[in-house]
């Protein structure tokens, strides 16, 4: 198999095979390097490590869901509520040692001044913490 040469009785058409031999040489350095350190992957050490108690993980507070409906009326996980019994149930709430989370679900046509009487009731309370619970946008049909 010749190269070329300086013969010029040759056809002198570009060569059109492609040369195997280094990739070949290639994949098989590349071989016997994973040969040789795939059993390095696989060597574990041998550690002692120290024993420590740590304190126990922080309990997440209890929550409480307050939904509001178009008329205004209250519910407390559910159940019907009126707003004074509302506001005796935070007082309660509030004198705990963890005082528990609130999450506030109203309807789209609630009155304001009905969730800002329910946030108000909770701040006396003592209760800080007041999530806003919403249905994300239904998503368009193509």
């Known amino acids: 198999m010749a190269f070329g040469g300086f013969d010029s009785k040759q056809d002198s058409a570009p060569m059109a095979d492609i040369n195997m ?8 350095v590349l071989l016997v390097i994973f040969i040789i350190t795939a059993p390095l992957f696989t060597h ?5 490590l ?3 108690s740590s304190a126990p993980a922080r309990q997440t507070p209890q929550t409480i869901t307050l939904s509001i409906d178009d008329a205004g009326h209250l519910y407390w996980d559910g159940k019907p509520l009126a707003l004074a019994a509302l506001r005796t149930r935070l007082m309660a709430a509030g004198k ?3 005082p528990p989370d609130i999450h506030l679900r109203a309807a789209r ?10 946030m108000a009731a909770a701040q006396a309370a003592g209760l800080e913490r007041i999530g806003f619970v919403t249905e994300p946008p239904a ?3 193509p």
Do not use: C, F, G
Request: aromatic residues 4%; proline residues 9%; negative net charge.
């Open 21 to 28: 031999t280094p990739l070949i040489d290639v994949m098989l």
């Open 44 to 48: 574990a050490i041998r550690l002692d």
């Open 50 to 52: 120290p024993k420590v």
């Open 96 to 98: 705990s040692p963890q």
């Open 109 to 118: 046509a609630t009155r304001y001044d009905v969730i800002a009487e329910v």
């Open 139 to 141: 998503a368009a049909n």
